[in-house]
C-alpha cells in the first residue's frame, strides 16, 4: 500500500492508523502520544514518522486551541502527490491493499492475457459494451486479441457476459470495415460453439468505453478510452459489483450461443449478398 512513497512497515502502520482514525469523524485528529500508546512503537520512533508522513503530503498537522495533532491528508492532495511521483506507462496507484489504478494500455491489455491463460472449466464473468469493444480494437488491433478469443474458442473455457443487443453484429461491422466481409462473417462463426452463458440487454443501455470482467476472484475494470485499469480484490466491493451485474443480467434476454450466431450470418449473407 502506497509503496511508491517507499514507507518503512513502522510508517505504513502509523498512516494506517491515521487514516482509519479520521475516518470516523473528519475532525477527529491523534497526538503523537496517542499513536505510540495504542500502537505500542515508541514515543520518538512516532515522532520520526509522523514527520516523515507529514512530508510526503500523507497526512497533516492541524494545531489550534482545541485540536492538536495528525489527520489524514486531503485526498486531492495525496493523490496529486502520488501523481507527481509517477507518470506515464508506470502510473501505478495503490489506493488500499486491495485496489490497484494503473494507467497505460498494457495495463488495460493484460486483463486480456489473463483470460488467455485460464484453463478448460474455468469461467471469465463481464460486461462488454459496444463502445469498449470499438476502444479495445482502436487501441490494440484486431491481432492482438486473438490469443484470447482463441483461449475462449478452444479451451473449453466458459464466458458470461452481458453484452448490448447489437453487440455481434457491431463486432461484424468492425471486422469488415478492416479485412472485408468473408473474414468478418469467418471470425463471427467461431463465436458459435464457444461455451457461453451470455445475455444481451437494450442498446441504449451499456454507453460506455467501460468493461467489467470478474476472473480468478478478481474484479477488473478496464477504460479502453482512457487507458486505465482498475484491479480490485476487496471482497465487499466485488460482491457489490456482482450484485449489480446479476440486477442488469436479470433484465437481459438469453442468447442461445450456436442459433443466435448462426441465424445472424444467415441474416448478414442474405442482406449483404
Not at 496517542?34 to 510526503?56: C, E, F, W, Y
Not at 507527481?84 to 492475457?113: F, M, P, Q
Not at 452481458?162 to 470495415?177: A, G, H, P, S, W
Not at 450466431?261 to 448478414?268: A, F
Request: hydrophobic share 35%; proline share 2%; glycine share 4%.
Amino acid at each position: 500500500m502506497y509503496d511508491v512513497f517507499k514507507l518503512t512497515k513502522t510508517e505504513l502502520r502509523i498512516f494506517e492508523y491515521v487514516r482509519d482514525f479520521t475516518k470516523i469523524k473528519e475532525s477527529c485528529v491523534v497526538s503523537v502520544s496517542g499513536i505510540s500508546k495504542t500502537l505500542k512503537i515508541p514515543r520518538m520512533t512516532v515522532h520520526d514518522a509522523v514527520q516523515s508522513l507529514n512530508k510526503r503530503g500523507l497526512i497533516e498537522y492541524v494545531m489550534n486551541n482545541k485540536i492538536k495533532g495528525y489527520k489524514l491528508a486531503d485526498k486531492e492532495k495525496v493523490l496529486g502527490r502520488i501523481n507527481i511521483l509517477y507518470h506515464g506507462e508506470k502510473n501505478s496507484i495503490h489506493i488500499s491493499r486491495d485496489i490497484v489504478i494503473t494507467k497505460g494500455i498494457d495495463a488495460c491489455h493484460a486483463v486480456w492475457r489473463k483470460i488467455a491463460d485460464l484453463k478448460a472449466g474455468e469461467k471469465v464473468v463481464s460486461i462488454q459494451p459496444n463502445e469498449s469493444i470499438k476502444y479495445t480494437f482502436k487501441k490494440l488491433g484486431i491481432n492482438s486479441l486473438y490469443p484470447s478469443n482463441d483461449a475462449l474458442n478452444t479451451k473449453g473455457i466458459v464466458s458470461e457476459a452481458l453484452v448490448n443487443e447489437t453487440c455481434y453484429e457491431f463486432v461484424y461491422t468492425i471486422l469488415k470495415k478492416e479485412r472485408g466481409k468473408e473474414f468478418a462473417l469467418n471470425e463471427l462463426r467461431k463465436f458459435a460453439p464457444r461455451p457461453s452463458n451470455n445475455a444481451s440487454i437494450d442498446k441504449k443501455y451499456l454507453q460506455t468505453p467501460t468493461e467489467l470482467f470478474f476472473i480468478r476472484g478478481t474484479a477488473y475494470l478496464v477504460n479502453w478510452k482512457d487507458e486505465v485499469s482498475i484491479e480490485i480484490h476487496n471482497e465487499t466491493i466485488m460482491n457489490f459489483l456482482y450484485e449489480l451485474y446479476t440486477l442488469a443480467r436479470g433484465y437481459g434476454r438469453k442468447i442461445r450461443q450456436k442459433e443466435f450466431i448462426e441465424e445472424l450470418v444467415n441474416k448478414i449473407e442474405r442482406r449483404d449478398s
